[in-house]
């Protein structure tokens, strides 16, 4: 399937099924979806606890494959790509357990991301970017440099999301970015979210229970019984 544009989304799923195989039965947790994520638009996915939405996400951030059907970069599937090559260079992800490296600083989680992923250092270099970025989300100098254990749970989440925007990458994806911060800080991130998608035309895809962080995306989208729907969010 292609845009109005004739070019292919930047992500699509296609007959995606994907089942579990626990030790006394199978759980299929997601089964047939069918979806196309478009650049410049920031999604939101909601759905009561256990529907699959951090399942979903790995699948569509290609942390594992689909049991059945396809994941597609810019139409290509992501087995032929190579799931690493598409994690380095197109996607970044910020989880839920923030998945810092816990021997270093803060601005060095951002500046080794930024190395593996292959970014220009910019005219200031490497730190002086991932330090701006860190100030951005509200991380001062000397937070940043700071161990990231002696950080707490919002500022940890804030080093997640500033490593995942140091990136660069054409789509972000985000589960619950939200639930450690407060409103302040939640308001800036999310403005953030659609700075990204509405002028640096990236697709943002955010798995949420908030209801308030859905308001504020392009399109919500409401996973139950493993099925995906699509409804209109305010823009
Ligand atoms: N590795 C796994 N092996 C077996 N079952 C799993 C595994 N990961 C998740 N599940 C099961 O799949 C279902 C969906 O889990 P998932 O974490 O995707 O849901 P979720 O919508 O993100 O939940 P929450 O909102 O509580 O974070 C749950 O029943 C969960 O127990």
Redesign the pocket.
């Known amino acids: 399937m292609t845009s109005a544009t004739g070019t292919p989304p930047v992500l699509r799923l296609e007959g995606v099924s994907h089942t ?1 195989a ?1 030790q006394r039965r199978r ?1 299929t ?1 997601l089964k047939d979806i069918d979806h196309s994520f478009e650049r410049g638009t920031f999604y939101t996915v909601l ?1 009561p ?7 979903l996400l790995s699948l569509a951030s290609g942390l594992d494959a689909p049991t059945r059907g396809t994941v597609s970069f810019d139409g290509q599937d992501l087995t032929t790509l190579g799931l690493g090559r598409y994690r380095n260079r197109h996607a970044a992800t910020i989880f839920q357990h923030y998945n810092l490296l816990t021997y270093m600083t803060a601005v060095q989680n951002v500046t080794t991301a930024m190395e593996i992923t292959g970014v220009k250092p910019g005219p200031g270099g490497r730190r002086a970017r991932a330090l701006e970025l860190l100030e951005r989300i509200g991380l001062d100098k000397d937070t940043a440099t700071r161990n990231v254990m002696r950080l707490s749970g919002g500022q940890q989440q804030r080093v997640a999301i500033a490593r995942a925007l140091a990136c660069d990458v054409d789509i972000l994806f985000a589960d619950e970015p939200t639930g450690n911060l407060d409103e302040d800080t939640a308001r800036g991130i999310i403005d953030t979210f659609r700075e990204l998608a509405h002028e640096q035309d990236k697709c943002v895809i955010v ?1 949420t ?1 908030s209801q308030r962080l859905a308001a504020r995306s392009d399109r919500v989208l409401t996973l139950r019984r493993g099925r995906l729907t699509a409804g209109k969010g305010p823009r």
């Open positions: 579990y626990g759980t947790v759905g606890s256990g529907s699959g939405k951090t399942t798995v229970h």
